[in-house]
C-alpha cells in the first residue's frame, strides 16, 4: 500500500517562505515521479513541479525562480520549497507519485498567502 503524507501548510505573509514535505511509504519511491500541485478554492487543480527519479525537475511558469522541488530517495521523501509567496499561491497544496500506469495522491497541505 502507497501512502503520501504531506506537511509543512500554514499561513505567511506575501514575500515569506514555507518548506512543503511529503513522506511516502512502500518501496516504489526510488522509482517514480515525484510531482506537486495545487487547487484553489473554486479553481481546477494545477500542476506546479515535477521530479523524477533522477531528479530531472519541470516547473510550471507560474512558480518557476521561486519554488525549488527536491527529493531524499533514502528517506522516501519529496520537498517544495517556496520563496516569495503571492497571495494568489494560496491553495491546498498535493504530493503525487506515479509510476507507469498507477498514481496515488497525498491528502493535501493548506497554504495561505495573506497578510
Known amino acids: 500500500q502507497v501512502q503520501l503524507v504531506e506537511s509543512g501548510g500554514g499561513l505567511v505573509q506575501p514575500g515569506g517562505s514555507l518548506r512543503l514535505s511529503c513522506a511516502v511509504s512502500?518501496?516504489?519511491?526510488?522509482?517514480?515521479?515525484m510531482g506537486w500541485y495545487r487547487q484553489a478554492t473554486g479553481k481546477e487543480r494545477e500542476w506546479v513541479a515535477d521530479i523524477t527519479s533522477i531528479g530531472n525537475i519541470v516547473y510550471a511558469d507560474s512558480v518557476k525562480g521561486r519554488f525549488t522541488v527536491s527529493r531524499d530517495n533514502a528517506k522516501n521523501t519529496v520537498f517544495l520549497q517556496m520563496n516569495s509567496l503571492k497571495p494568489e499561491d494560496t491553495a491546498i497544496y498535493y504530493c503525487?507519485?506515479?509510476?507507469?500506469?498507477?498514481?496515488?495522491w497525498g491528502q493535501g497541505t493548506q497554504v495561505t498567502v495573506s497578510s
Open positions: 503525487s507519485l506515479t509510476r507507469g500506469a498507477s498514481n496515488f
Open positions: 512502500g518501496s516504489i519511491f526510488g522509482y517514480s515521479v
